[in-house]
């Protein structure tokens, strides 16, 4: 059973070793973005230093550009846990790649079709389908999550579904308090009543184990800079169905395959800090086998880590502090904590500890219609999010300075 060595990883980092005003920096705005090992930074450099070359050329170094976008894609395929006839492309970013996936899905859209999304969703899994919605004339569904819960509730997705229904969108993890959303069951619910399900998985990429195969959804999109890679996006999903969508692309590109939705050139120096990405997560296992066998057992060990953080992060916390999630079951949600606190705005809290070198992030964070839901869509919450570089002493740190300005407020 793979164990985390916290401060081996974070030997690996070195934006760890960033100070602020001669403190040193804790990171809790990762789901903003991670911080990249030094493997990341080397491979991207290293493909630069090379020199790269642009595909279809009759020279090594452009067929080296050509291995490094396959690999990436191998790499991706691995973390995703994909079927043998899943395509895998890549974009600018899980924004991007959305709304190039809705508006071929809605080509043959018209009025009385429906598109069903969640309130629970960063923003990226609604505004490309309330677009084509608007576009095309169809009726948006949306569905709530439990504010007293924090969960989606399954029951309120299933009743929203119906014979009209184009496109279920839905999280994987929301990234504004956390709560892991049942995507399998999801899945079921979206294809009983004929509908593809696209299924946002940015968020919850570095902290659990994504496995297309298993739950059996259409289409899931992340971004490499949130699971300790660069700034790009993957997208993966049943090549029979991109095969039969019109992608947008110049002529001289593919016809088929993933390449066909890869407009322009790719960014090959990222592509190859993608695989070091996956890379580096495999290599958190100690276990034998393939990398997809590592990326399991290593992802039980960051939930476990994840786990413990959370647990030592809530039993801390003063009591002017409230927790916008699920508090009772941690294997339930990500370690991303929505959180106020009495008598401090969520800007100000995030200043304070910014201070003190304490990294977090305030706001909506583009989940409008979480902060929406919660009443809090004027000046939003303060989100701390851990990763499995995050050590014990440096949320005993946060601990220390919530303490300390809750005493002075």
Known sequence: MTVLNTSAIRTDFPALRRTENGIPVAWFDGPGGSQVPQSVIAAISGFLTRGGSNHGGAFTASRDSESTHEEARSAVADLFGVRDDDYVHFGMNMTSLNFSLSRALAADWGPGDEVVVTRL???????????????????????????????????????????????VAVTHASNAIGTIVDVAGATRIAHDAGALIVVDAVHYAPHGLIDMAAVDCDFLVASAYKFFGPHIGAMAGRGQLFEKLD???????????????????????????????????????????????????????????????????????????????????????????????????????????????????????????????????????????????????????????????AGNA
Do not use: C
């Open 121 to 167: 969703d960063h923003d990226a899994n609604i505004s490309p389908w309330l677009r084509v919605a608007a576009d095309t004339g169809a009726t948006v569904r949306w569905v709530p999550f439990n504010t007293s819960t924090y969960r989606l509730d399954l029951d309120r997705l299933a009743e929203a579904v119906g014979p009209r229904t184009r496109v």
């Open 247 to 405: 992608a947008y692309r110049v002529r001289p590109a593919p016809a088929t395959g993933p390449g066909k939705w890869e407009t322009g050139t790719q960014s090959f120096e990222a592509l190859a800090g993608v695989t070091a990405a996956v890379d580096h997560i495999a290599n958190l296992s100690d276990e034998d086998g393939g990398r997809r066998e590592q990326i399991v057992a290593a992802m039980a060990a960051v939930k476990e880590h994840a786990v413990h953080l959370g647990r030592r992060f809530l039993d801390g916390l003063p009591e002017p502090v409230t927790v916008f999630g699920i508090t009772d079951d941690l294997t339930a949600r990500t370690p991303t904590f929505a959180i106020e606190m009495e008598g401090f705005s969520a800007r100000r809290l995030a200043t304070e500890l910014a201070d003190r070198g304490i990294y977090v992030t305030d706001g909506d964070y583009y989940a409008m219609e979480v902060m929406s839901s919660l009443d809090r869509a004027d000046g939003g919450l303060v989100r701390i999010g851990f990763l499995h570089y995050t050590a014990d002493e440096e949320v005993d740190r946060l601990l220390e300075a919530l303490h300390e300005l």
